[in-house]
């Protein structure tokens, strides 16, 4: 999962070198973490928050495949 969430937000911002994601795997549930450089935040997040709930959905569905819950919260 994290490396899927990687390239979506390498291919969304500016400064792909900065993107760092991190992820806490917990029994079920995992954290993933997504960082990116300031002036690329609100490419990640998009109007209204679209870009980052299209990311949360698409997350969502991979982890449903694995019987897993994944979620995206994204830092500054």
Known sequence: ?????????????????????????GQN???IELRVARGDVGKVIGKDGRTAQSMRTILAGASAKLNRRSVLEIVD
């Open 1 to 25: 999962m994290k490396e899927l969430i990687e390239v979506m937000a390498k291919a969304l911002v500016d400064a792909p070198e900065e993107v760092v994601v991190t992820e806490k795997k």
């Open 29 to 31: 549930t995992s954290l």
